[in-house]
């Protein structure tokens, strides 16, 4: 089956931009969604079809898709933001969604 | 606003038969697929089933399939899933997932509950 790989973990200061990876076979063929979990939390939809933003997600939370990776960025990084950070594509030899592993991210 | 509300988790014995439901509001229920996603410490986010608005269309994870079944009642506005035969594995907390298209599936997932506990230990 189809697989995402992401790093477990990021690291950034407040004020800074991070950046977390989503790596998947011909991922740039896919349509890369994102979701924020915090901890005893429901995640939520902050990017969808690689780049779109639903609303009520602030202007900070960007996403991108090229080459051989997906990346969501996060400028003017707030404590707030810390977070578990999972992408999810469909996956049509299966036809089921598949996700990352995710990717903690820590606010210095 | 949307909410999903998730019931029906706890502690059971390996073989043995949990049924959770969702009761949805906010949304015209039966416009919307909608899934069930799980989340444990030692898988991260696994996606277990969706079904489309009429149950015509069903699918399952590999993991799940021919032991859980899923369903929903358009006229109560709720979701569910039997789980049958659990093992260790199932263990997880249980969301309630609502699929970002209108009608037809976008298999992203725009809406969440809050999620149930399903403990598998004897």
């Not at chain 2, 079944?69 to 199932?90: K, P, V």
């Amino acid at each position: 089956s189809y697989v995402l790989t992401q790093p477990p973990s990021v690291s950034v200061a407040p004020g800074q931009t991070a950046s977390i990876a989503c790596g998947g076979a011909y991922i740039e063929n896919k349509y890369v969604h994102w979701y924020q979990q915090i901890p005893g939390q429901a995640p939520i939809l902050v990017v969808y079809d690689n780049s779109d933003r639903p609303s009520g997600i602030p202007e900070r939370f960007s996403g991108s898709n090229s080459g051989s990776t997906a990346t969501l960025t996060i400028n003017r990084v707030e404590a707030g933001d810390e977070a578990g950070y999972f992408c999810q594509v469909w996956d049509g030899t299966s036809d089921h969604p598949v996700f990352g592993g995710g990717t903690k991210l820590t606010v210095l | 606003e949307v909410q999903l509300v998730e019931s029906g988790g706890g502690l059971v014995q390996p073989g043995r038969s949990l049924k959770l439901s969702c009761a949805a509001s906010g949304f015209t229920f039966d416009d919307y697929v909608m899934h069930w996603v799980r989340h444990s410490p030692g898988k991260g986010l696994e996606w277990v089933s969706s079904i489309n608005s009429n149950s015509d269309t069903i699918n399952y994870a590999d993991s799940v399939k021919g032991r859980f079944t899923i369903s929903r009642d358009n006229t109560r506005n709720s979701l569910y899933l039997q789980m049958n035969s659990l093992r260790a594995e199932d263990m997880a907390l249980y969301y309630c997932v609502r699929d970002g298209g209108l009608i037809n599936p976008l298999y992203y997932f725009d809406y969440w509950g809050q999620g149930t506990l399903v403990t598998v230990s004897s």
